[in-house]
C-alpha cells in the first residue's frame, strides 16, 4: 500500500529544533519530487520546502528560508526536514508529500494539486 508516514513533531519553545521525518513505502520514491507543506487551524495549505529527484536541489518559502534544512535518503526512503530557530507562527500540521518525475528535466513545482502522494501528518506546535 502507497503510504507516506510523517513523525518528528511535538511541543518545542521559540527558538528551540525540532527533526521532522517522512517513511515512504509502496511506490519508488527515487523518482518523486518531494515537498513538506504545513497547514494552521483555519488556514489553508502552505507549502513550506522542496528537493529535486537525486536530492541536488532544494528550495524553500521565504517564511522558512535560513531556518529549515530539507533533505532525502532515496536508499532509505525517507525524507527529512531539519527545523531550527523555530517561530510560533511555525505551528501547523506538517506533510510530506510526493509528485511524480514525469520528464528528465521537469521544474519544481509548488503546487499543492500538483502532488499525489500525502502523508497523514505530524503536529508541531511551538509555544511557551
Known amino acids: 500500500e502507497v503510504q507516506l508516514q510523517a513523525s518528528g513533531g511535538g511541543l518545542v519553545q521559540p527558538g528551540g529544533s525540532l527533526r521532522l521525518s517522512c517513511a515512504a513505502s509502496?511506490?519508488?520514491?527515487?523518482?518523486?519530487?518531494m515537498s513538506w507543506f504545513r497547514q494552521a487551524p483555519g488556514k489553508g495549505r502552505e507549502w513550506v520546502s522542496g528537493?529535486?529527484?537525486?536530492?541536488?536541489?532544494?528550495y524553500y518559502a521565504d517564511s522558512v528560508k535560513g531556518r529549515f534544512t530539507i533533505s532525502r535518503d532515496d536508499a532509505k526512503n525517507t525524507l527529512s526536514l531539519q527545523m531550527n530557530s523555530l517561530k510560533p507562527e511555525d505551528t501547523a500540521a506538517y506533510y510530506c508529500?510526493?509528485?511524480?518525475?514525469?520528464?528528465?528535466?521537469?521544474?519544481?513545482?509548488?503546487?499543492?494539486?500538483?502532488?499525489?502522494?500525502w502523508g497523514q501528518g505530524t503536529q508541531v506546535t511551538v509555544s511557551s
Open positions: 508529500a510526493g509528485r511524480p518525475r514525469r520528464a528528465v528535466f521537469q521544474v519544481f513545482s509548488h503546487q499543492e494539486a500538483d502532488y499525489d502522494r
Open positions: 509502496g511506490f519508488i520514491f527515487g523518482s518523486y519530487e
Open positions: 528537493i529535486n529527484t537525486g536530492g541536488r536541489q532544494t
